[in-house]
T-cell receptor, first 112, second 112 residues
């Protein structure tokens, strides 16, 4: 079955630590890939997206993600997290049109 | 642009009652999506519309759920009768192209 897997459900980091959140998908063919962020009590917002071209994608707030086709992965990274990055992060895949399928999310807590 | 507008923000209802959630997409967006978010299941796509026509409703959990889009600027998601297991945050999102959605702020539904 087609799915999006996020390996880490909960991540706790200290400020200035580096972040990498894993995302794997099981869709065949061409895919578009997304990372969304949901701050506490808020709606989802788009962090970055990949359609084609350079597999290293830069998004807002210093986030980036790398598409590795051979590994079916689209991991999210940030070199140095801040307390304000505390949020839930969702990976999503679109391969058959406009509907997005989301992973279950990773909850990130950044401690001072 | 005011973004995707959902109402109400919070709804508390008794089991067995009818619940109607409302969504106004961004003007010009021809795709509209309804998602449900729970801790256990994450974000689930319930149904989506293109040009007011339902395209895929395979995510609608059962016949108690129905959705309509009578025009390009309004959609409803109705649950009748509601049950405690329907408690969740329901998000509406819209888009006009592949490339990521704009989400509404969600409706937090509690069925007691």
């Amino acid at each position: 079955a087609q799915s999006v897997s996020q390996h880490n459900h909960h991540v706790i980091l200290s400020e200035a630590a580096s972040l990498e959140l894993g995302c794997n998908y099981s869709y065949g063919g061409t895919v578009n890939l997304f990372w969304y962020v949901q701050y506490p009590g808020q709606h989802l917002q788009l962090l970055l997206k990949y359609f084609s071209g350079d597999p290293l994608v830069k998004g807002i707030k210093g986030f980036e993600a790398e598409f590795i086709k051979s590994k079916f992965s689209f991991n999210l990274r940030k070199p140095s997290v801040q307390w304000s990055d505390t949020a839930e992060y969702f990976c999503a895949v679109d391969n058959s049109g406009y509907a997005l399928n989301f992973g279950k999310g990773t909850s990130l807590l950044v401690t001072p | 642009d005011a973004g995707v507008i959902q109402s109400p923000r919070h709804e508390v209802t008794e089991m067995g009652q009818e619940v109607t959630l409302r969504c106004k997409p961004i003007s010009g967006h021809d795709y509209l999506f309804w998602y449900r978010q729970t801790m256990m299941r994450g974000l689930e796509l319930l149904i989506y519309f293109n040009n007011n026509v339902p395209i895929d409703d395979s995510g609608m959990p059962e016949d108690r759920f129905s959705a309509k889009m009578p025009n390009a600027s309004f959609s409803t998601l109705k649950i009748q009768p509601s049950e405690p297991r329907d408690s969740a945050v329901y998000f509406c999102a819209s888009t006009s192209r592949r490339g990521g959605y704009t989400f509404g702020s969600g409706t937090r539904l509690t069925v007691v």
